[in-house]
């Protein structure tokens, strides 16, 4: 396929698939990405849009070429109304954080303001919907925006799925503010949701916010949070967690004391406390915790 700046009547007739651009699109010449930008929008200015374009005008806001930096950023200002995936949304999202020039910066915000103010309302609605499973995929479209503020909102939600959605989604998020939202689930009636709220608390390297309701958690009723409680440990610092591990190596299950270890053994050798109940636990009764607690101290 030959690319060209000058519309054809085979271009009317057969517009090109993104596809059909991808190779030109990529090309090391700038001249030729410029080209094959140019016929990508040409083609949804005529109302014929390629599956894909909106995305991969957003990625070509992080070309090297200030050109094609420049095409990009006025195609999606001129055409908002172009479909953007979860690709597209990273790509603005990088683009508004770390572009290259305050034009595409600035192109990337407005976008993503857009984008959050329109999918915010309907994602409200989506919030407030009966079915489950609607309102899961409402956090997580919120999520995908970066739209913390909106999927706090559904931290009190009725169903412990949504609320396992809201602590995973805070976690990829990571805002400060989250944080607050992820104390509170924490604390959640539902086990469900404090598995799911201590991963995520893990995930952000259990932050001095959280550390207190983290460790409590070695001491929670259900086993299973007992031991992601003890596997999230081992993600805050020694001082938050040495003490609430080595109660759980007294825990009744042992799968809650094999966690323990796991998450002791990284501090056996700076940390005496810690090496002092790895070597207790080599009297453990159960043999695998015994076996495990010999490979930390080896």
Do not use: C, F, K, N
């Amino acid at each position: 396929m030959t690319i060209t700046d000058h519309r054809s009547r085979s271009d009317i007739l057969d517009p090109p698939a993104l596809a059909d651009l991808e190779g030109h699109l990529r090309a090391a010449e700038p001249e030729e990405r410029v080209a094959a930008l140019r016929t990508l929008v040409r083609t949804a200015r005529d109302g014929h849009v390629p599956g894909g374009t909106g995305d991969a005008l957003a990625w070509a806001l992080a070309d090297q070429d200030a050109g094609v930096r420049r095409i990009a950023a006025a195609a999606l200002r001129e055409l908002p109304e172009l479909y953007l995936g979860d690709d597209g949304v990273r790509a603005l999202r990088l683009a508004a954080a770390h572009g290259r020039d305050p034009d595409v910066r600035s192109t990337a915000s407005d976008l993503l303001d857009t984008l959050v103010r329109g999918a915010s309302e309907l994602y409200a609605q989506g919030l407030q919907d009966d079915e489950t499973h609607v309102r899961v995929q409402a956090v997580l479209g919120l999520v995908a925006l970066g739209a913390g503020g909106e999927v706090a909102e559904a931290a009190d939600d009725p169903a412990r799925e949504v609320r396992a959605a809201v602590a995973e989604g805070l976690a990829r998020l990571a805002t400060p503010a989250g944080l607050a939202v992820l104390d509170h689930l924490l604390a959640d009636h539902d086990p469900v949701v404090r598995m799911a709220a201590l991963d995520a608390a893990a995930e952000l390297g259990v932050p001095e916010r959280l550390a207190a309701r983290v460790a409590a958690a070695v001491t929670h009723p259900g086993w299973q949070v007992r031991r992601r409680a003890a596997l999230a440990l081992g993600a805050a610092t020694p001082e938050t967690a040495i003490p609430p591990l080595v109660h759980a190596l007294r825990d009744r299950i042992v799968d809650v004391r094999r966690a323990a270890v796991q998450s002791l053994e990284q501090w056996a050798a700076d940390h005496p406390r810690a090496l002092t109940a790895l070597t207790e636990a080599l009297a453990d009764p159960d043999p695998g915790v015994r076996t495990q607690a010999r490979w930390s101290l080896a």
